[in-house]
């Protein structure tokens, strides 16, 4: 990775200290991916990943931080009403960018199970067919998003870009992805790490602002 004058992986502000934060956890299916300070892809910078799916196989998860222009009414209206607010489609990452991803968030206490579309992911986060009958979840849910697009790695290449301290990993509360537009997600997510993970909620990619 090439870093620039705070290289935050070795030898820069915290240098080991944060390295070796960042690399005490292994992703799981309802985990969270944070973007590190100093990532290097530009698409990916003060993002997080809520992962889908991660084994063998590969991983797959959505950006939970970007936001399109396009309302969800247009293009799912019966769907729209259950969306937290801003009810837009999120950009869950650049692979089949014309593909839809609906996560729900279960209410307290509801058993996912009575309702067929839906499948679980991690505690009250599960993926929903848009095909189902939205009705079904109206008043069981605490709310969804739909995302359009996902990001996937190949067997292996996850692993590597943890080595390479490009990501984070953090359990994740279902608010986070139900969080409303004026909530900086990656800054709140980092706040809640253990140090020196939260002195950097507010960084900046220019070395002079920080």
Same mark, same amino acid.
């Given at each position: 990775?090439?870093?620039?004058?705070?290289?935050?992986?070795?030898? +820069?502000?915290?240098?080991? %200290?944060?390295?070796?934060?960042?690399?005490?956890?292994?992703?799981? !299916?309802? @985990?969270? =991916?944070? *973007?590190?300070?100093?990532?290097?892809?530009?698409?990916?910078?003060?993002?997080?990943?809520?992962?889908?799916?991660?084994?063998?196989?590969?991983?797959? +998860?959505?950006?939970?931080? %970007?936001?399109?222009?396009?309302?969800?009414?247009?293009?799912?209206? !019966?769907? @729209?009403? =259950?969306? *937290?607010?801003?009810?837009?489609?999120?950009?869950?990452?650049?692979?089949?960018?014309?593909?839809?991803i609906a996560l729900v968030v279960l209410s307290a206490g509801v058993d996912g199970h009575?309702?067929?579309?839906?499948?679980?992911?991690?505690?009250?986060?599960?993926?929903?067919?848009?095909?189902?009958?939205?009705?079904?979840?109206?008043?069981?849910?605490?709310?969804?998003?739909?995302?359009?697009?996902?990001?996937?790695?190949?067997?292996?290449?996850?692993?590597?870009?943890?080595?390479?301290?490009?990501?984070?990993?953090?359990?994740?509360l279902p608010s986070d992805l139900l969080a409303p537009a004026r909530v900086d997600v990656?800054?709140?997510?980092?706040?809640?790490?253990?140090?020196?993970?939260?002195?950097?909620?507010?960084?900046?990619?220019?070395?002079?602002?920080?």
């Amino acid at each position: 990775m090439d870093t620039g004058p705070d290289d935050l992986s070795g030898g +820069g502000l915290f240098g080991d %200290r944060l390295y070796d934060a960042m690399d005490k956890r292994d992703p799981v !299916a309802g @985990s969270l =991916l944070i *973007a590190a300070p100093d990532m290097p892809d530009p698409n990916f910078r003060r993002a997080i990943i809520y992962v889908i799916e991660h084994d063998h196989s590969g991983s797959l +998860g959505v950006v939970i931080t %970007r936001r399109s222009e396009t309302d969800v009414e247009e293009i799912l209206p !019966a769907w @729209s009403e =259950l969306c *937290a607010p801003p009810s837009v489609f999120h950009i869950g990452g650049p692979v089949k960018p014309d593909t839809g991803i609906a996560l729900v968030v279960l209410s307290a206490g509801v058993d996912g199970h009575r309702f067929s579309g839906l499948q679980q992911i991690e505690g009250r986060v599960h993926v929903v067919d848009l095909d189902s009958d939205p009705d079904l979840l109206r008043e069981h849910i605490d709310g969804m998003r739909v995302f359009v697009g996902y990001t996937g790695w190949a067997p292996g290449q996850l692993q590597d870009e943890l080595d390479r301290g490009d990501w984070y990993v953090a359990p994740s509360l279902p608010s986070d992805l139900l969080a409303p537009a004026r909530v900086d997600v990656w800054g709140a997510v980092l706040r809640r790490q253990e140090m020196p993970l939260p002195l950097y909620a507010t960084y900046m990619q220019d070395g002079d602002l920080n």
